[in-house]
């Protein structure tokens, strides 16, 4: 029997790649995985403020709460440079996080401060992504919003967790996996960017943003007039040496990238 990854993983590689290449521009799978990150966002900061905020980090020693949160840190900011197409704020407000959670002298005041910008910055590009989603009730999206820039913790957490929900519902008709329940909806936007093995030979890749794709120097086929090295220069290779590459954002990859 398939455990959740390798079935998800399997349903995934099921969809043609021209397909893929659509649905990863999606708004709601977007708006999904956004929601996610802002959920784990905002529980970071509700950690920080009130508990290493007042020395009360569930009877942990100071070092070894700080420890910890900068953990949950440097893994949401690894979550934000995987996505090269969610914008750049973010991704450095995430690592200024980090930075400032620094072991010996962790500067807590002001990472809570940098965690309210980068929730608002999440809620705001979520609400542009669901704009012209009518199943997303745009009240609900609204309130999430003004929790998240009064700061208040407990309102914008329970939000983002409903709204993650129903967009997992909406998400798993869109891509044809059946049952929303448990869906990771940040695994599967790794999947849906992971293009390591794809034959995109016959791809029209016409205006296709390819910000955000994970490609292979020796198992990726891309069409014959597209420039590779040209690619390479408009990707990072991680880790370097692998022969793995992230297409940065930027004028250069929003577009074919012919000869």
């Known amino acids: 029997m398939l455990d959740g990854f390798k079935l998800l993983r399997f349903r995934v590689e099921l969809i043609e790649p021209q397909q893929r290449l659509a649905l990863r521009e999606h708004p709601l799978i977007t708006a999904g995985v956004l929601a996610d ?49 969610l914008g750049r704020q973010s991704r450095d407000l995430a690592h200024e996080i980090v930075a ?18 980068l929730a608002g910055t999440l809620a705001e590009t979520i609400a542009n992504c669901l704009q012209q989603r009518r ?13 998240v820039a009064r700061g208040d913790s407990v309102r914008a957490l329970v939000g983002a967790g409903q709204l993650v929900e129903a967009l997992s519902t909406q998400i798993a ?35 296709v943003d390819l910000a955000g ?5 020796l198992h990726t086929c891309w069409p014959e007039d597209l420039d590779i ?21 930027g004028a250069e990859t929003a577009y074919v990238i012919r000869v």
Request: aromatic residues 6%; glycine residues 8%; without cysteine.
């Open 37 to 85: 990150l802002l959920g784990r966002t905002l529980a970071l900061n509700y950690d920080l403020h009130y508990g290493l905020g007042f020395d009360r980090y569930h009877g942990m020693a100071r070092p070894r709460a700080v420890a910890l949160a900068r953990d949950t840190a440097q893994e949401l900011a690894r979550e934000l440079d995987r996505r090269a197409a």
């Open 100 to 117: 400032l959670l620094e072991p010996t002298y962790a500067a807590v005041d002001r990472a809570v401060s940098v965690g309210r910008m």
């Open 135 to 147: 199943r997303i009730p745009t009240v609900a999206v609204g309130a999430l919003t003004r929790a």
């Open 173 to 207: 008709e869109l891509v044809g996996l059946g049952e929303a329940d448990q869906l990771d909806l940040v695994l599967l936007s790794d999947l849906l960017d992971d293009f390591t093995r794809a034959d995109l030979s016959t791809a029209d890749l016409t205006g």
């Open 213 to 217: 794709v994970r490609w292979s120097e």
């Open 229 to 249: 090295e040209r690619l390479k220069e408009d990707s990072r290779e991680i880790p370097p040496g692998s022969g793995i590459y992230i297409v940065e954002p």
